[in-house]
């Protein structure tokens, strides 16, 4: 067993709308917002699974490596492991994450703000997509692609024109009257093909790898996790030599925001993810936006954005 950790009371740090308690240094979290408890926890022994309760297995495609994920669960209990991070025991239902010590803590607690995560707020009712996301005039647009489709470098130049960045690759959504977005932690990972040098105005540089720049918004930019409302959802495509914005049925957006959203694969997980996602189709705007992947003309990929969600 692992002690519990007393609350203190001059310290309100909060990802995706939990307010952490943890004696561990994180770097990525909130000032204010959370409400319902997460607990992270070093584990004091190491952590391993039954092989036999194995979910599933897959590849992370980071730039320089593949990375191996694999997720158990045995008797409401999760673990999840990855060979370039940690072990992470997950009870959802107490909202307790273990962590197994880690040489990288940057990309521990990067890899912690993930599936570990997902996989309680999933309990609490929300559910995730493979997004990032900015904060327009008070309300959340989201920007759904998967890797190598310039998420990151556009939720940047949003966060350079004066946005808020709500979370650059993992979002939170949840489905009351109207959907919210619950914003992430608030770190940024850059590839070094992408990166100038220096850090944009209104973050820092955490740590260089030879894969990532990893950088940390100011406290300043970052806000609190209180809930955005969500007001449309953009699918980001390439195109060869223009900027095109165009409406999206719900119907025809389906199959992309299935691939999009992680979920577990038993009968009951994937028909509350489908009905999810059928809620959220239909409740705010889509749109497909083509455009060539150019540094040069984000700014005007933003403005159109900024145009057309409004």
Known sequence: ?????????????????????????????????????????EASKPLTADESTLLAEWTLHDPIRAVTARLYRMNGIFHFWTNDAAWYRVDPVARVIE?????????????????????????RGDFGLHAAAVEVDGAAILL?????????????????????????????????????????????????????????????????????IHLVLESSRAGDSVPVPLKALVFLRKASDEIIIEPVKASTALPDLWSLNFRLQTTIA?????????Q???????????????ITNLDEVVSR??????
């Not at 993992?170 to 959907?179: A, F, H, N, Q, V």
């Open 1 to 41: 067993m692992v002690d519990s950790v007393p609350e203190r009371d001059d310290v309100d740090r909060s990802c995706f709308g939990f307010r952490v308690r943890s004696r561990c240094l994180f770097k990525f979290l909130r000032a204010g917002g959370g409400h319902d408890a997460l607990e992270v926890v």
């Open 99 to 123: 962590m197994s010590t880690c040489h990288d803590e940057i990309r521990r607690e990067q890899r912690l703000w993930g599936v570990p995560t997902v996989l309680c707020f999933m309990e």
């Open 144 to 212: 759904a692609a998967p890797g190598r489709h310039g998420k990151t470098t556009l939720a940047l130049a949003f966060h350079r024109m004066g946005y808020r960045l709500l979370t650059e690759d993992t979002t939170c959504c949840r489905l009351e009257s109207k959907p919210l977005l619950l914003p992430g932690p608030t770190s940024v990972r850059l590839r070094p093909d992408v990166f100038t040098g220096e850090p944009p105005v209104g973050t820092n540089i955490v740590s260089i790898t030879d894969d990532r």
């Open 270 to 278: 994937r028909s509350r993810s489908f009905s999810q996602l059928a």
């Open 280 to 294: 959220l189709a239909s409740a705010v705007p889509l749109w497909n936006l083509h455009r060539p992947l150019a």
């Open 305 to 310: 954005i900024v145009e057309t969600c409004r």
